[in-house]
């Protein structure tokens, strides 16, 4: 029988954790596995983590249950940091021992072999593995055993990735949680308005907030959370899913608790009314956002940035009452004593978290003593964000009696250096790219000219000068696009194409034969350090661009051990993020306010959204600085402005001087 059409087995539950106490909701909850972050390197540094000592203890613990740990070291990684994660890496390995890391940078990859790491090697959402074809290079090229797709995906986009899954690589899919609006690793809003970046797990979640268009004050961009709930009974028949995936590791253990149990009961007795009931039950007190199927069912697809829906985290209880200086609480719903509850949203900033020091039955009255200047207004919203209900509370401890039990683990940082492959970088002459949409805008560039891969440009491909362009493909390629790049991709290469940029690694599984060509690995690709650069050069590239996140430390450090020759965005349109999806209430090619005045405007190209900023990314003079520390390509990216867009005079420096958080 062949592997593909044979019975799968039952995907994991996989449990996050944010600090120990979720550790062991998950673990009282029976799930299959946890993952969770150390205090460095983590996408989610929002979350309390572990320190080595603390992941120790409980992964012993875990083990002796049955249950396995993965560790996300999914940050990007800055060129001074590269010893620092190896050292940890190796550390983890000898003292924590998890089943796996979940990674987003390419330098990882090697710092694993160089350590001879024992754990699996798991791709992140955030490296965007969203077409087939790029499949089979992760597992072939870069040993890599577990995908953790975009959460954008529908179930018949999933089964296609699926189906063209080879043997050793399992597939991980999220069925609960937050959603970002910018697609995973496509999204720099955060970064771009204050240094701290979401690829290294600081995300301020700017798209959270009130802006402003044409008198409307909405939160356009803030998104329900995902449930796939009694949907994910769906992803039973699909082979390869290795694990329904929880997000969460920010969240308390009642969170964890209920969600870990609601999956459970949805992926063992799916087909017991009854057992379904509970689990919806369990899901909709897990005081998560309201739940949305976002575009899991092709046919049927919700859109999760709507502005008529609250999505404030934690379960709306109730709105405050009484005078502002003497505020009081109405349950929805019974508090108990020592739950947790947060007035207002995260981004007021006299928002505060209050802690019940009584019960209060449904309906009844808590008066709410709150600090000096936490004052809010009448009628604002009222989340309960966690809950310490008794039976969970004993749980905890009897697990807590069996924690402290273990020996505790003595752990002394080993000293760890990054091994360079010796390679000779030919020395390129620099030159000027300007990149552009439309054929027709190319007039005034004063270098070499690239184009953005689009399907109108099959049309246009007989009336250009096909081998001199640089021809870009888009930083996002979902599974129905995959077809039309390929076939755009034949012609090109039928008429001579030979200078192309990828922006995302894996991209180039989709040329047969790319030697001879001159490949490039695009800005989007997030590349931060010489040893993720390096990473390509087996896979086929010629040459990198790095990630415009940097600062000028950074820059200058990465080219000292790169392997292939080095450009950089020095001038242009960089957005903000790209999504899949745009509210309903939200116009494009209109510009928008953010609280403090910043201005931007969402477009879309193909079959993605792009946010940008109204001004624009401008290091042109550190141009000298950049090419004497060994940057050959500067790439200027030069977007069509639409008519209402007026761009705004900023020094556009980005982190330069601001530093990467």
Same mark, same amino acid.
């Given at each position: 029988? +062949?592997?593909?059409?044979?019975?799968?087995?039952?995907?994991?539950?996989?449990?996050?954790?944010?600090? /120990?106490? $979720?550790?062991?909701?998950?673990?009282?909850?029976?799930?299959?596995?946890?993952?969770?972050?150390?205090?460095?390197? @983590?996408?989610?540094?929002?979350?309390?983590?572990?320190?080595?000592?603390?992941?120790?203890?409980?992964?012993?613990?875990?083990?002796?249950?049955?249950?396995?740990?993965?560790?996300?070291?999914?940050?990007?990684? !800055?060129?001074?940091?590269?010893?620092?994660?190896?050292?940890?890496?190796?550390?983890? &390995?000898?003292?924590?021992?998890?089943?796996?890391?979940?990674?987003?940078?390419?330098?990882?990859?090697?710092?694993?072999?160089?350590?001879?790491? @024992?754990?699996?090697?798991?791709?992140?959402?955030?490296?965007?593995?969203?077409?087939?074809?790029?499949?089979?290079?992760?597992?072939?090229?870069?040993?890599?055993?577990?995908?953790?797709?975009?959460?954008?995906?529908?179930?018949?986009?999933?089964?296609?990735?699926?189906?063209?899954?080879?043997?050793?690589?399992?597939?991980?899919?999220?069925?609960?949680?937050?959603?970002?609006?910018?697609?995973?690793?496509?999204?720099?809003?955060?970064?771009?308005?204050?240094?701290?970046?979401?690829?290294?797990?600081?995300?301020?979640?700017?798209?959270?907030?009130?802006?402003?268009?044409?008198?409307? #004050?909405? !939160?356009?961009?803030?998104?329900?959370?995902?449930?796939?709930?009694?949907?994910?009974?769906?992803?039973?028949?699909?082979?390869?899913?290795?694990?329904?995936?929880?997000?969460?590791?920010?969240?308390?253990?009642?969170?964890?608790?209920?969600?870990?149990?609601?999956?459970?009961?949805? /992926?063992?007795?799916?087909?017991?009314?009854?057992?379904?009931?509970?689990?919806?039950?369990?899901?909709?007190?897990?005081?998560?956002?309201?739940?949305?199927?976002?575009?899991?069912?092709?046919?049927?697809?919700? +859109?999760?940035?709507?502005?008529?829906?609250?999505?404030?985290?934690?379960?709306?209880?109730?709105?405050?009452?009484?005078?502002?200086?003497?505020?009081?609480?109405?349950?929805? &719903?019974?508090?108990?004593?020592?739950?947790?509850?947060?007035?207002?949203?995260?981004?007021?900033?006299?928002?505060?978290?209050?802690?019940?020091?009584?019960?209060?039955?449904?309906?009844?009255?808590?008066?709410?003593?709150?600090?000096?200047?936490?004052?809010?207004?009448?009628?604002?919203?009222?989340?309960?964000?966690?809950?310490?209900?008794?039976?969970?509370?004993?749980?905890?401890?009897?697990?807590?009696?069996?924690?402290?039990?273990?020996?505790?683990?003595?752990? !002394?940082?080993?000293?760890?250096?990054? =091994?360079?492959?010796?390679?000779?970088?030919?020395?390129?002459?620099?030159?000027?790219?300007?990149?552009?949409?439309?054929?027709?805008?190319?007039?005034?560039?004063?270098?070499?000219?690239?184009?953005?891969?689009?399907?109108?440009?099959?049309?246009?491909?007989?009336?250009?000068?096909?081998?001199?362009?640089?021809?870009?493909?888009?930083?996002?390629?979902?599974?129905?696009?995959?077809?039309?790049?390929?076939?755009?991709?034949?012609?090109?290469?039928?008429?001579?194409?030979?200078?192309?940029?990828?922006?995302?690694?894996?991209?180039?599984?989709?040329?047969?034969?790319?030697?001879?060509?001159?490949?490039?690995?695009?800005?989007?690709? +997030?590349?931060?350090?010489?040893?993720?650069?390096?990473?390509?050069?087996?896979?086929?590239? @010629?040459?990198?661009?790095?990630?415009?996140?940097?600062?000028?430390?950074?820059?200058?450090?990465?080219?000292?051990? $790169? $392997?292939?020759?080095?450009?950089?965005?020095?001038?242009? +349109?960089?957005?903000?993020?790209?999504? =899949?999806?745009?509210?309903?209430?939200?116009?494009?090619?209109?510009?928008?306010?953010?609280?403090?005045?910043? #201005?931007?405007?969402?477009?879309?190209?193909?079959?993605?959204?792009?946010?940008?900023?109204?001004?624009?990314?401008?290091?042109?003079?550190?141009?000298?600085?950049?090419?004497?520390?060994?940057? @050959?390509?500067?790439?200027?990216?030069?977007?069509?402005?639409?008519?209402?867009?007026?761009?705004?005079? /900023?020094?556009?420096?980005?982190?330069?001087?601001?530093?990467?958080?």
């Amino acid at each position: 029988m +062949n592997e593909h059409t044979k019975k799968p087995s039952k995907p994991a539950i996989l449990a996050p954790a944010g600090n /120990r106490a $979720s550790f062991l909701a998950a673990i009282a909850a029976g799930t299959d596995a946890v993952y969770c972050g150390l205090k460095n390197f @983590s996408a989610r540094m929002e979350a309390k983590n572990f320190t080595l000592d603390q992941l120790a203890s409980l992964a012993r613990l875990a083990r002796d249950e049955g249950i396995k740990v993965y560790v996300a070291l999914n940050s990007l990684v !800055r060129p001074d940091e590269l010893d620092k994660v190896g050292s940890i890496l190796k550390d983890l &390995d000898r003292h924590v021992r998890p089943d796996g890391i979940i990674i987003q940078d390419l330098s990882l990859v090697g710092l694993a072999r160089q350590i001879g790491f @024992s754990g699996e090697l798991h791709l992140s959402t955030l490296a965007n593995i969203s077409f087939s074809s790029a499949l089979k290079l992760v597992r072939g090229s870069l040993g890599v055993d577990r995908v953790v797709l975009p959460r954008e995906l529908s179930i018949d986009e999933i089964k296609v990735l699926a189906k063209e899954c080879p043997k050793g690589l399992s597939l991980e899919v999220f069925v609960h949680g937050a959603l970002c609006y910018g697609v995973s690793g496509r999204c720099y809003w955060s970064s771009f308005l204050g240094g701290k970046s979401g690829l290294r797990g600081r995300c301020v979640q700017p798209c959270r907030r009130f802006y402003t268009q044409k008198g409307q #004050k909405k !939160r356009f961009f803030s998104c329900q959370d995902l449930s796939l709930d009694v949907l994910a009974k769906v992803l039973l028949g699909v082979p390869r899913i290795g694990a329904w995936k929880i997000e969460g590791r920010k969240k308390g253990p009642h969170y964890v608790y209920h969600t870990v149990r609601a999956y459970r009961m949805l /992926r063992d007795q799916a087909g017991d009314p009854e057992v379904k009931k509970e689990a919806l039950e369990l899901l909709a007190f897990a005081l998560g956002r309201r739940g949305t199927h976002y575009n899991f069912l092709s046919q049927r697809p919700q +859109n999760p940035a709507r502005t008529d829906i609250q999505t404030g985290s934690g379960l709306l209880i109730g709105r405050t009452g009484g005078a502002k200086k003497r505020p009081y609480l109405s349950p929805r &719903d019974e508090i108990l004593r020592g739950d947790l509850l947060r007035l207002g949203y995260e981004d007021e900033p006299w928002h505060t978290i209050y802690k019940a020091n009584k019960y209060v039955p449904k309906n009844g009255r808590l008066d709410l003593k709150l600090p000096l200047g936490k004052s809010p207004r009448k009628g604002t919203p009222i989340f309960l964000v966690d809950r310490r209900e008794g039976q969970l509370e004993g749980l905890l401890r009897r697990l807590e009696a069996k924690l402290t039990k273990a020996p505790a683990a003595e752990i !002394r940082p080993q000293a760890f250096h990054t =091994r360079f492959t010796k390679r000779s970088r030919k020395r390129a002459g620099a030159f000027e790219l300007y990149v552009y949409r439309n054929k027709s805008d190319d007039r005034a560039a004063k270098g070499r000219t690239g184009l953005w891969l689009s399907n109108k440009l099959i049309k246009e491909v007989p009336r250009v000068s096909v081998s001199r362009l640089w021809w870009w493909f888009p930083p996002v390629i979902w599974p129905e696009d995959e077809k039309g790049i390929s076939k755009l991709l034949a012609l090109l290469l039928k008429r001579g194409a030979r200078n192309f940029v990828l922006n995302a690694p894996w991209q180039i599984a989709m040329f047969k034969n790319p030697k001879g060509m001159n490949i490039w690995a695009g800005p989007f690709c +997030n590349l931060a350090n010489p040893a993720a650069v390096n990473m390509l050069v087996s896979l086929g590239y @010629s040459g990198a661009i790095v990630s415009p996140e940097l600062s000028r430390a950074d820059y200058l450090l990465l080219p000292r051990h $790169s $392997s292939l020759p080095l450009g950089v965005v020095i001038w242009g +349109n960089w957005p903000l993020c790209v999504s =899949r999806i745009l509210c309903d209430n939200l116009k494009t090619n209109t510009t928008f306010s953010s609280p403090r005045g910043e #201005k931007a405007w969402a477009t879309r190209f193909e079959a993605n959204y792009w946010v940008y900023p109204n001004w624009t990314l401008d290091i042109r003079r550190e141009k000298d600085v950049l090419k004497k520390a060994g940057y @050959s390509l500067f790439v200027h990216l030069i977007e069509p402005l639409p008519r209402q867009i007026e761009l705004k005079k /900023r020094p556009g420096l980005w982190n330069w001087d601001l530093g990467l958080a």
